[in-house]
């Protein structure tokens, strides 16, 4: 039963969630879209206890094409950074104030950089692409996100102090254009670079609120040294280039693992 602890976890930590803004915000949206987001990762995490294979592909599908496709495409909700944005200056506690908090600013807590191996949309197409592995060594160009989340940020200001009208129909437009533009520079990244994950390395400007919650993460892969054999196998397979069997509390090892247990997964010692 122990080994079920993960997927009850995060099922009760997602339920609670949906209760908690269900009753504190009187909208049952909040009910359904937490509990379905909650099912989602709690099959995933079921379905690798399980050893199936593609048990992360499924959640990131799940996931990934309920918040593109339904509340972004359908319900025409702004969940990139730019609504974030949106909401904040509004000085409102909704839809993609709601999300970044939960899954990208306080969620990290808990669950670490989760959302990057289970829940981004845009990793959900990259994640197809054929470089699963990265073929060259990390550059030294992370500061790119910092002009970028600037830029979203800029963008927004400069709509509210131009007093724009129809700025919800303006943000659904940023969110499609948005989109397709991370799409079409992650996909060019991605093979320019030999790395799927290049565009979460260099340009995301996500991970400016992902990453210093997640060094506190509670969940976390840890390398028990008394197993580990050295034979480096889990270092051939990280998306992210992440040496999981030097100290789990270093900052990259904290920051950048998306949990995707692909070094879990091959470690020969269960060492990890
Ligand atoms: S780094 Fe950004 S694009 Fe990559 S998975 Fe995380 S949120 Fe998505
Ligand atoms: S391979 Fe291991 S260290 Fe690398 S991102 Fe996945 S879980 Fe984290
Ligand atoms: S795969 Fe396992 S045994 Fe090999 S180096 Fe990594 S943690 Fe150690």
Same mark, same amino acid.
């Given at each position: 039963?122990? &080994? ?19 009753? %504190? ?42 918040? !593109? ?5 359908? +319900? ?33 807590? @808990? ?10 949309? /845009?990793?959900?197409? @990259? ?35 131009? &007093?724009?009208? $129809? !700025?919800? /129909? ?21 093979? !320019? ?14 991970? %400016?609120? @992902? &990453? ?14 008394? &197993? +580990?054999?050295?034979?480096? #196998? ?6 992210? $280039?992440?040496?999981?069997?030097? $100290? ?6 904290? /920051? ?12 020969? #010692?269960?060492?990890?």
């Amino acid at each position: 039963m122990r &080994k079920y602890l993960p997927s009850i976890v995060l099922c009760i930590f997602f339920e609670f969630i949906a209760v908690l803004l269900w009753r %504190i915000k009187g909208n049952s949206f909040y009910f359904l879209n937490f509990s379905y987001i909650g099912c989602s990762i709690s099959i995933g995490s079921f379905l690798y206890i399980k050893k199936y294979k593609h048990a992360r592909r499924v959640v990131q599908l799940l996931v990934g094409m309920y918040m !593109l496709v339904y509340l972004g495409l359908i +319900c025409k909700e702004n969940m990139q950074i730019e609504g974030f944005w949106y909401y904040l200056f509004m000085g409102a506690f909704e839809a993609a104030t709601i999300h970044y908090v939960i899954a990208k600013i306080f969620g990290p807590l @808990l669950f670490g950089r989760g959302w990057c191996g289970y829940a981004c949309w /845009t990793a959900m197409v @990259l994640d197809f692409l054929p470089y699963k592995i990265p073929r060259h060594p990390r550059r030294r160009i992370g500061w790119i996100r910092y002009i970028t989340f600037l830029g979203s940020l800029l963008f927004v200001a400069a709509l509210f102090v131009m &007093k724009v009208n $129809d !700025l919800e /129909t303006i943000l659904f437009w940023a969110f499609v254009v948005g989109n397709g533009l991370y799409y079409t520079v992650g996909v060019i990244l991605a093979f !320019l670079f030999e790395d799927n994950r290049a565009f979460c390395k260099y340009i995301c400007p996500i991970t %400016i609120f @992902l &990453k210093p919650m997640s060094y506190f993460a509670l969940f976390r892969v840890e390398c028990d040294e008394s &197993k +580990c054999i050295s034979c480096g #196998k889990c270092k051939t397979v990280c998306p992210m $280039d992440v040496d999981m069997t030097d $100290d789990s509390r270093r900052r990259k090892n904290g /920051t950048e693992c998306i949990l995707c247990m692909e070094c879990v997964k091959i470690c020969p #010692k269960k060492a990890l």
